[in-house]
């Protein structure tokens, strides 16, 4: 793997004794002045150079510094590519024309032009292009209407073709022709009365605006609207104030029947039991049902109701409800109320109670919090024999700032790339007594790490 220099490597004009110049058989990209290779496919020595005019950012080409011929130059018509060699390749130039695109449609009577003849050359090279104008004959047509008159007429050169009639519908459409070449399509005055079987869009629920309501919408509005019916038990079933039943469909007793339910029906618990019958569904006093789906008397089942609970029970670890909260019995948190609300708080830690231990920190020793774990770092940076900074991708140098003194280190710079297995690189290192600086020629698409060892 061949060493990689970030700087410019200076020897203090000593001679580069049995080296050779890069073999290639392409050449790389052109970005860099004064770059060299050898072609190994031309068998000349390459270098780039500026093309001019200069360009904002620059640009560069290869030349052949080989050969009798140093450059082509391009003449009329003519192009040339790599003009200075090895292997020039003349072209005849594209020959710049004008192709119209016009899509204009030329009316009665307009004109349009159109090549005629072209003549060339014996080489094939045009000399004359004769262009002629065409008109298209004239044809008159005419669309009028006449003041106070509801026919339409079309003319062809003053000779009545056609003509439309236009006529408005009693209570629905009216129609003024009083303005010559005009219509003008209203509704009665006195208000529009629409045909028999008419429709209109039906609106969405809620809207209170002046918008026609049709007979869907006003059916939607005013189905399932709550209508409170009265307190049951929910043991019985019995419907406070009267002998009818809302859950039992067997009652003994002549006369307490289940009564038809509605949507939007509301009955609220006023005895504790079971729903019909139903341990799964015990409902307690202030609990409330509510009907979403229709039934005859004596055919409602539990399905046909919707249960809202009132929330009055104790809660459980499953079930909303009342509660208090209570310190535990390892006293890690205290519960103090005030004014209904409970505070929380965590106990400091003993050596005989669990509770909050925080992480302080101490003479060379620094902590950090994030998301409730702390981060102990060594500050006292005299007991650190080794250190590490970078040049950054796109940057020039990089700084690392120490408190070793005048103390031996060693500074070794690498690729920090895992792709390549982090190759070492030599940059420009320059030292004072408390900092180490590196520093290379051009910018990386990597970065360059730095690190720095004390040995002595």
Known sequence: MAINYLNTVNLNKNSLDNARIQNLAQEPTADTPGQIYFNTVSQTLRITEEILPATDP??????SVSGDITGLVAGTDIDITNETGP???INHADITRSDSADTGAPSYGGTFAAVDSITTSDTGHVTAVNVKTFTLP?????LDKAADSGDLVLSKDGSAQDTISFAGTASQIEIDVATEDSYTFKFPDAGVVLPNGSTATTQATGDNSTKVATTAFVQSAVTGLLEFKGGFDADTGTIVGGTTNLTKNDQPNAGDETVAIAVGDYYVVTADGNFFGNTATPLTVGDSVIVKTAAAAGASTESDF??????TDLATATTVGLGNVVPGTSATITAPYSAGTSTLDVVDSTADQKGAVIVAASTGIDVTYSSGTATVTNTDTNSINTDEGEISAGDLSGTITHNWGTAKVIVQ???DNATDNYPTVFCDITRTSNTITATIAATETDDIVILAQKIG
């Open 87 to 89: 292997t020039p390749t």
């Open 138 to 142: 004239t044809i008159a047509y005419d």
């Open 306 to 311: 919707i249960i809202v609970q009132s929330d």
């Open 413 to 415: 710079t690498y690729r």
């Open 58 to 63: 620059k640009t560069y080409k290869w030349v």
